[in-house]
């Protein structure tokens, strides 16, 4: 059924789907439901319906009934706490509490305990930005103290971590083969250790011994050198599978998912997006304002190869940038055009002159079956010792691409009259001094540009593995030399 909301319930499920009697995946996330493609938990819900899967979703929950609203699912709950850590959702910087939050503290325990309470047997599936942040041993800021992974404490059965839509599929697929029962009676069948980017309980007896151990919480709790060379190990190896012990039990972290192929997000961003909130959104007035200019926002890829030492977008989006074509993208732009769309609001890339972009020590070729597109799909691995000093790195490969799109986008600005564009994600300014004609080319979509230059000090910047002051005030004279022009 295109162009029309996911079900929110059991009696919209039985409108919504044909002999429906339950949903095979039950979404809960701690976000309005917002039915768009800048919302992770939209993508992985439309995908599964078009995969045949039935779906339903539990934005917000706060009572009992919320909770109950879409019964038991056949396979398995798959929990969220959205577009931010619930922790960051709930505190200022300063530790303030903020006002009108409806996702609650600790989201992914609260929910995962709700739902064990009220579906007792029912198999738990936590993933989103704060199950990958925290599965591992990781200091808590609210807390002014380390806490264990996030699997630990929330006792989900897995956590899917980055971008999961082929780990989903391949859990599913997986499920369909064999007679569903509780958690622990399908795990040995599920052949778990061979998918990427999920992590699970494993017995000591049945660890992969080629696997690299990271230092037990115990003991970073105990000495902050084991921490920090707990958070130097998987920061230094990103593509790695890793084991780490908490009391007496073992986590298994496989390796993260490789980058989407283009054909991937082509076919998941083509997908049928209302665009819309959910009309039964709490708060509703609030959050239409909060996203209004979101609605026009056209998703070009993920993922960033930066590794600025704060920033937690290579772990959550990965460490190479996936991108859509550009014939996929003006597609979409046209589309929205054609619908009544006057402007389109910005061309979403966590680094706008990163699109096409890649790092070329990324260059061993593998095959893999994609459960996305059905069909073998190659994929690149880094095998090669790398610092993760990105900042002019001689195997980092810069791309104009982006060049081409926006000359059609002014193609069809002309062809739609009264239409615009306005770019508003933000640019690298040390990167951008190497693609002087797509600076140009960008200013003219820019009203105001965003970059991110966070200290002037190179002392700090090195500690970042950020660019020198240097390169900042280089970059400012060449922003006034195109603004003269």
């Known amino acids: 059924m295109e162009k029309s909301f996911l079900p929110v319930s059991f009696k919209e499920g039985k409108k919504y789907y044909k002999n429906f009697t339950g949903f095979d995946v039950i979404f809960v996330t701690g976000d309005p439901y917002y039915d768009h493609p800048l919302s992770g938990m939209a993508i992985i819900a439309r995908l599964l319906d078009k995969k045949g899967y039935k779906a339903g979703i539990i934005a917000q929950p706060l009572s ?27 505190y200022t910087p300063m530790l303030k509490k903020r006002e009108n939050i409806l996702v609650p503290e600790r989201a992914l325990m609260v929910y995962t305990q709700k739902i064990k309470q009220h579906f007792k047997g029912c198999m738990t599936i936590i993933g989103g930005v704060e199950a990958t942040i925290r599965r591992f041993t990781h200091f808590d800021y609210r807390d002014n103290k380390l806490r264990r992974g996030i699997l630990n404490d929330t006792k989900a059965d897995l956590l899917l971590f980055g971008n999961a839509e082929r780990s989903i599929l391949t859990l599913l ?55 920090s060379l707990l958070a130097r190990t998987f920061y230094l190896l990103p593509d790695d599978a890793f084991i780490e012990r908490c009391g007496s039990g073992f986590i298994q972290h496989n390796r993260p998912c490789h980058t989407l192929a283009e054909k991937e997000m082509n076919y998941i961003y083509n997908m049928p ?43 959550v989006q990965g460490k190479e940038v996936a991108k859509r074509s550009k014939e ?57 010792y790398c610092n993760q000093e990105c900042v002019g790195c001689k195997y980092r490969v810069l791309s104009d691409d982006l060049y081409p799109l926006l000359e059609e986008v002014e193609k069809l600005n002309q062809k739609y009259a009264g239409t615009s564009m306005e770019l508003r994600s933000a640019i690298r300014h040390d990167i951008i001094l190497g693609q ?35 390169a900042f005030k280089e970059f400012l004279e060449e922003y006034k030399k195109v603004n003269k022009e």
């Open 64 to 90: 009992d009934e919320d909770y109950k609203a879409c019964g038991a699912p056949k396979y398995f709950f798959c929990i969220t706490s959205g577009l931010l850590d619930s922790m960051l959702a709930n």
């Open 273 to 315: 997006f209302t665009r819309k909130l959910h009309p039964s959104t709490k708060f509703f007035e609030f959050n239409q304002n909060m996203v209004e200019n979101l609605e026009s926002s056209v998703v070009i890829g993920r993922g960033c190869w930066g590794s600025c030492s704060f920033c937690v977008i290579p772990l």
């Open 173 to 227: 697929e997986r499920m369909k083969q064999i007679t569903m029962g509780s958690f622990e009676g399908v795990k040995n069948h599920l052949d778990l250790g061979s998918i990427d980017g999920i992590s699970f309980r494993v017995k000591k007896e049945d660890m992969n011994q080629k696997i690299r151990h990271l230092p037990p919480y115990e003991e970073c709790a105990a000495d902050k050198e084991k921490f």
């Open 328 to 384: 996929s993208i003006v597609q979409e732009i046209e589309a929205l055009y054609s619908s009544g769309t006057k402007k389109i609001n910005d061309l979403t890339l966590p680094t706008l002159n990163m699109y096409g972009s890649r790092c070329a020590l990324y260059r061993h070729e593998s095959k893999i079956y994609s459960p996305i597109i059905d069909e073998p799909i190659t994929v690149y691995d880094k095998k090669d």
């Open 436 to 470: 002087k004609n797509l600076f140009r080319k960008i200013m003219q979509f820019v009203t105001r540009l965003k970059i991110a230059p966070e200290n002037l000090s190179d002392t700090v910047l090195k500690q970042m593995n950020k660019a020198t002051a240097s």
